[in-house]
């Protein structure tokens, strides 16, 4: 990788700077903890990953975290797994995402957006008072600390009502989004054993109303530790036989009572994708998800009681609880529940417009999406309000960075990042002080140490390596469900580098501190030696407009050698003929690397993915490495097992 300093795309502006809340933080903690005063936000890093005790000490000040019993100290064991945070320390989740509701009791807490595209507001003390209703429901119903409460919901108001309810209560929060199959649902609620299921009838999506009654009935059959199912009629049917109606729990005037809990109490479990087995069921805390996001969106994205918070996900994706967080800051939380494309592409830019959204977040394949589709936001949309764009699922390609630049507002704050379900934040991304590169992240996260590594352990610079972080972070996992000896755990991260968090994924990190992402490292491209992420394959190819989206394997053969195809879904009206065959090969070759030219280019109907999104490459490797379908994939997992069968029978024609 090049490390001439080239031009940055956007640069913040002086008052944008000295207003950010991470300068204010800079200077109060320079004052009050000895961090450094001057030399800005890669300072004020280094010390926040050398001085780390002290760094989170800070955070939890200046946001006025609510310790109800106080802690011995901030970190008791630095050993990874099993770090101890803040042990002795008691506080409570929800308590400290209400706490608006004391001064701005009037103000909108939640803005809930369907496909008719008109914002419905959710005030601060309403939102309380459902909270107090349900949690007084709840312990009625004989939930406890620690017991598992699960919603099969949309992203809707009463998902955050259950949420921050069960965290009153002590309980440990999970969810699926109702496109979820019930199989996908079980793979995941099974392992965890819920005692409450929220359930909805139905949801809304692409114009249509997708009846879940079937689905719901299902699990309530093979869920057999449910004391309680409630019924939110979203497309208006009557409660079944059985179940309570979720009017009926959430109709009191009653504030809410918060259980204060340890430190590392579980707040919710979240999952893995699951591709290639059950799941993991990832448990995280809610003293360290509390200090994680109150660091996260208030000092990487800036927000505070002025703002209002979009990002397009479902309640199936890590994503959601990150945007649940947004109440913490004291901001308005935007909740779309739709699909991102209907009734046309430009879709999530008229939510942003209508919400007056002021951090807008998506997918890189939404925003490459509308740059196919010749979107133009700003043309289209008063986005006057969006300061920044920011976009998460996959490393948003140069082109992407461009396109908004263009098409949103040249003086735009446009943050890639990149993190992951297992820690629920980011490593890399969002920094409102320092200046943003065309196709790169713009630096590490506060506390987090984030380094690339050769495989010897060596940490490189403006080299690829693999995303490992040496210290630990609060939000990593406490542990996962159903893992009594810790081993899953541990293979999942630290048996690479004992001691050290291995994420999977290859990253660059360059000598001005950005970090640029390629994709997964455990499907890397290994061409003689030069390895390349699938990521910048993607990037490059799908500039052609013929090219609707592509995946790359490559497969080691059994006599050495290495084929790496190309697949491609091509757009509507494209031919795969000998023009377009050269000059695929010519992109990889002029842009890439000679050696990285695919040794087949196949046209496929259709590109696996996860049910959140992701393209799914170790699968389809194993399939074409002969792996037997059932074995290959965790068929919950995927947003379409048929088109799966295209490489299990190319994989047979192959052998």
Known sequence: ????????????DPQRIAEAQVT???AWAAERHGAPSDGGYPALHRWSVDELETFWKAVTEWFDVRFSTPYARV????SMPGARWFPGATLNYAEHALRASATRADEPALLHVDETHEPRPVTWSELRRQVGSLAAELRRLGV??????SGYLPNIPQAVVALLATAAVGGVWTSCAPDFGARSVLDRFQQVEPVVLFTVDGYRYGGKEHDRRDTVAELRRELPTLRAVVHIPLLGTEAPEGTLPWSALTAADEDPVFEQVPFEHPLWVLYSSGTTGLPKAIVQSQGGILVEHLKQLGLHCDLGPGDRFFWYTSTGWMMWNLLVSGLLTGTTV???????GHPDTAAQWRVAERTRATLYGTSAAYVMACRKAGVHPARDFDLSGVRCVATTGSPLPPDGFRWLHDEVRDDLWIASVSGGTDVCS????????LPVYTGELQA?????????WDPDGRPVIDEVGELVVTHPMPSMPVHFWNDPDGRRYHDSYFDTYPGVWRHGDWITVTSRGSVVIHGRSDSTLNRQGVRMGSADIYEAVERLPEIKESLVIGIEQP???YWMPLFVHLAPGAVLDEALLNRVKRTIREQLSPRHVPDEIIEVPGVPHTLTGKRIEVPVKRLLQGTPLEQAVNAGSIDNLDLLHFYEDLARKRA
Do not use: H, I, K
């Open 1 to 12: 990788m090049s490390t001439v300093n080239p031009e940055p795309l956007w640069r913040p």
């Open 24 to 26: 204010r933080f800079q």
């Open 75 to 78: 970190l008791a064991d630095r």
């Open 144 to 149: 406890r600390p620690g017991d598992r409460v």
């Open 334 to 340: 935007v909740l779309y529940d739709g699909s991102p």
């Open 426 to 433: 980011c490593f890399a991304g969002a920094v409102p002080t």
């Open 444 to 452: 590490a996260g506060l506390g987090t140490d984030l380094q690339s």
């Open 559 to 561: 006599d050495g050698g």
